[in-house]
């Protein structure tokens, strides 16, 4: 979990670089992050200039994007604003922590839309730790005013990181330490039980399109109990991207 801790906060960097700027990226997923080994280390890329817009200008006719990623009150025809980035690095979050894509295993359409209007989240993985799990969860508020600002969330991370860097006796690195260790010992444990990945749903979309679906439900929260453990036990997935225009370059 600790090179994913780093893999996250090089992404929250680079999206507090993005606001800085007084830019909203509005089209936040994996597809729009790269990583490229230079020789001596790993540099963090996130692209898809097309969609960066500044905070001040906005254009409320069209959501594009990735369903899985898009903030519920964007999906409802509201402003693209630093929250909804937010709410996409969340969602980003959990796909680093648990292997795969969000939804991967069903329709990306206007059901799937509602049900995350009204509260329907990627379930959470057994063996994440607990800090990592309610800093994701600040940040899929259905209430935009209830999320973390990212530079609030990249000092955490960045907190987080030092700990676990220095191996102090600490809540947070405890934490990462015991999650990982279960997670060794469940693989361990169950090895051949463990049952194999699904096959993504035929419609399930990780390409950004037009998203137009009328008449969904106010946002509101509803968390979802942590899932089994058998179906959560996986490596991190790759990261690629459907575009090269590279915006922002961070360590």
């Not at 990212?150 to 102090?168: A, P, T, V, Y």
Request: negative net charge.
């Amino acid at each position: 979990m600790g090179k994913k801790l780093g893999i996250v906060y090089n992404i929250a960097h680079g999206l507090m670089t993005i606001h800085n700027a007084g830019l909203i990226h509005r089209n936040f997923h994996t597809g729009n992050i790269l990583r490229h080994f230079n020789g001596s280390q790993f540099l963090t890329y996130i692209t898809d200039l097309g969609q960066y817009r500044p905070a001040n200008k906005q254009n409320y006719d069209d959501v594009y994007g990735v369903l899985a990623y898009v903030a519920p009150e964007v999906l409802r025809g509201e402003e693209y604003t630093e929250a909804s980035d937010v709410y996409s690095f969340s969602i980003i979050m959990w796909e680093i922590a648990s292997g795969q894509k969000p939804f991967y295993d069903r329709p990306h359409n206007a059901e799937l839309a509602r049900e995350i209007c009204n509260g329907l989240r990627p379930s959470i993985i057994m063996e994440t730790p607990q800090c990592y799990v309610e800093l994701m969860e600040k940040c899929w508020n259905a209430d935009p005013k209830e999320r973390p600002d990212i530079r609030e969330l990249e000092k955490s991370l960045m907190s987080w990181g030092w700990h676990m860097g220095m191996s102090q006796k600490h809540s947070v690195s405890d934490q990462f330490i015991s999650a990982e260790k279960e997670r060794l010992r469940l693989l361990e444990h169950l090895g051949s039980q463990l049952e194999p990945f699904k096959k993504p749903h035929p419609e399930s979309f990780y390409k950004s399109r037009l998203l137009n679906f009328p008449d969904l439900p106010k946002p509101r929260n509803l968390y979802d109990s942590t899932s089994d453990s058998k179906d959560q036990i996986h490596s991190i997935s790759g990261i690629s991207s459907d575009d090269d225009n590279t915006v922002t370059k961070y360590q």
